[in-house]
């Protein structure tokens, strides 16, 4: 009998032997008031189903009842002993929960920050919202896109770093077919064409009624990130009350994958938060702000993303894209947030300042009153005065402003050849680094995807 292999979350587990090839699944776990517990299993031998049986894990009748049913069906292997091995192992997670860790000890593993670079957090619950019609569930989709299409490492696309991985798309709003053809769509436009690396599934109750059948979806399928479109009615209820927003988070959580979730705001308000209670915002660690800029008869339309959240970094430069429908195509291509009047007017001078130079590289005052329509001595006065922006005195970009790497500085002199003088004082939200060796490659991402 080979060492056996246990996978789950909270409530769905998986218990495998890859040489005997046995699995049995374990899920819909309940404790009683007399401690015992059951659960439902369901066993496979060599890829075939074996038996499915609610049973209790703390019962040996129970077990052995279970294993006489799976020998009587695939005679051979010893059951008694599967069952039983499986039993305890589940019953020891479940009744241990998630291990204490011991921080003197504690070793933390090397992972990327963010599944999409700036947009999702990996590993934590991103919220993106806007009012209806804004785009925000055809940006969701293009996350998905770019993290289902992504090859083995990480790829640059549009000037965003993006980790490859499975996606579970979770529709409250629309049907398969409209969800398969917007992907379609965004995939043509990409110009690729691999099959979709996602899954999808249609729902109605809230999602904390849903989580078992999601849990067992995340571990069988290795799921990287869930998108749930949209919050409103995945929480099933009313979005103004907080218990609604703590329910539906606590389920996300045990999930132990990166999440977005889609919200929504009321039209006729001008708000910059999601409507509802304020534990939306409080519940995710990144929050983004959709807001969208279309003419009347257009086959385009442009998106800007505003950074309102973060925990544990800094607020990220505003993103913008535009949004071309062709004949069975829909392509993004990356542009400046002043392109979207209503979001770039939204923003302090200096993030407009930021977002034009990680756009366009390095800027001269003149180039930045051109591109943001501002007062030259308003711009000058913004760049003197955040620490995030650096004077660039040699070299092919002499007499640009850039913006100073992340985590450097912020000198009382930046070089004895520069004599740029500037205030040392720490970065401030909304600082973001320049790269001018990634920028340079990532133009002609930025072109076109």
């Not at 804004?134 to 992504?150: Q, T």
Request: glycine share 8%.
């Amino acid at each position: 009998m080979s060492d056996a292999i246990v996978k789950g979350l909270a409530g769905a587990y998986t218990v495998g032997w890859e040489q005997e090839q046995i699995a049995i699944r374990i899920d819909r776990i309940r404790e009683d008031s007399r401690y015992a517990v059951r659960g439902e299993a369901k066993v496979t031998y060599m890829g075939n189903h074996v038996h499915q049986a609610r049973y209790d894990l703390t019962a040996t009748q129970s077990r052995k009842t279970l294993s006489v049913q799976c020998g009587e069906r695939h005679p051979g292997p010893d059951w008694t002993s599967f069952i039983e091995e499986a039993s305890l192992l589940v019953l020891e997670r479940f009744r241990t929960g998630e291990p204490v860790i011991d921080f003197g000890e504690f070793e933390p593993g090397e992972q990327s920050q963010f599944l999409v670079y700036p947009l999702l957090l990996k590993g934590e619950p991103n919220l993106l919202f806007g009012p209806g019609g804004s785009g925000k569930s055809y940006i969701a989709a293009y996350m998905a896109s770019l993290v289902s299409y992504a090859i083995d490492g990480s790829e640059k696309v549009q000037g965003m770093e993006v980790n490859p991985g499975r996606v579970l798309y979770l529709d409250y709003e629309t049907s398969p077919e409209e969800i398969f053809g917007r992907m379609q769509s965004i995939r043509n436009g990409m110009g690729l064409d691999q099959p979709l690396n996602m899954m999808y599934q249609f729902l109605t109750a809230p999602i904390d009624v849903e989580i078992e059948k999601i849990q067992r979806t995340v571990v069988e399928e290795e799921i990287d990130l869930v998108v749930v479109d949209s919050v409103g009615y995945a929480c099933g209820g009313e979005p103004e009350v907080p218990q609604r927003a703590l329910d539906y988070y606590r389920a996300l959580r045990t999930l132990k994958c990166t999440s977005l979730s889609v919200g929504h705001i009321a039209k006729d308000i001008k708000a910059t938060t999601p409507f509802g209670t304020v534990y939306w915002v409080n519940g995710a660690r990144s929050v983004w702000e959709v807001v969208k800029t279309q003419e009347a008869e257009q086959s385009r339309f442009h998106v800007g993303l505003i950074h309102q959240k973060i925990n544990n970094s800094t607020l990220k430069a505003p993103l913008s894209f535009e949004l071309q429908f062709g004949e069975g195509e829909l392509a993004f291509t990356r542009q400046e947030i002043s392109m979207v009047p209503d979001a770039d007017a939204k923003l302090p001078l200096s993030d407009r300042i930021m977002a034009a130079i990680q756009l366009q590289g390095p800027r001269t005052v003149n180039e930045l009153v051109e591109a943001l329509e501002a007062k030259a001595n308003s711009i000058s006065r913004s760049l003197m005065r955040s620490p995030r922006f650096l004077l660039m005195m040699e070299g092919p970009h002499q007499n640009r402003w850039a913006i100073r790497p992340d985590g450097e500085e912020p000198p009382a002199i930046v070089a004895a050849t520069n004599n740029v003088v500037l205030p040392p004082a720490p970065k401030p939200a909304g600082a973001s680094s320049f790269n001018m060796d990634a920028w340079e490659e990532g133009q002609a991402d930025v072109l076109t995807i």
